[in-house]
């Protein structure tokens, strides 16, 4: 049984102020500019990044590594961006998965999505979580935001 859920380590972490809200404006943008303390690799038209706010458990699976890779220039959607950006991202991403990442990012229409600016998350993922010990470690995350 796979529980399709994920969390953030943090449990004190107010995620309402941690996640930006969704933007069209590159001035309320968390990646324009992307800060150089995050950075850990820089392309022509990409750059991955350490997430600030990562999480510590996806599809059952701890998350030993979380990155983004993060388009330079500002951009909602995969489908704005120019064909040479949309072969390095296919580059980047190929790279990524046979480093044993996981490659995950939200339509620009999905409801879910806190940040407008296009980002595809890089998972690298750990051991299995068993379910109850998942539950129990959501059900403690999810308790202490609620206060």
């Known amino acids: 049984m796979v529980v399709n859920l994920f969390y953030r380590a943090d449990a004190d972490q107010d995620l309402q102020t941690a996640s930006q809200k969704l933007s069209d404006s590159e001035n309320t943008c968390p990646f324009c500019p992307v800060t150089t303390d995050r950075i850990v690799a820089t392309h022509n ?59 995950y990012h939200r339509s620009w229409s999905n409801a879910n999505r806190s940040v407008g600016h296009q980002h595809t998350h890089l998972l690298k993922l750990g051991g299995k979580i068993p379910v109850p010990e998942l539950a129990r470690r959501f059900h403690s995350w999810a308790g202490a935001g609620a206060r």
């Open 45 to 103: 038209s990409f750059v991955i990044v350490r997430n600030s706010y990562p999480y510590a458990a996806w599809e059952n699976n701890e998350v030993v590594e979380h990155l983004m890779l993060v388009p330079v220039r500002h951009t909602a959607s995969l489908l704005e961006l120019y064909d040479a950006e949309l072969s390095e991202w296919a580059d980047l991403t190929r790279q990524a998965e046979t480093l044993g990442h996981n490659i």
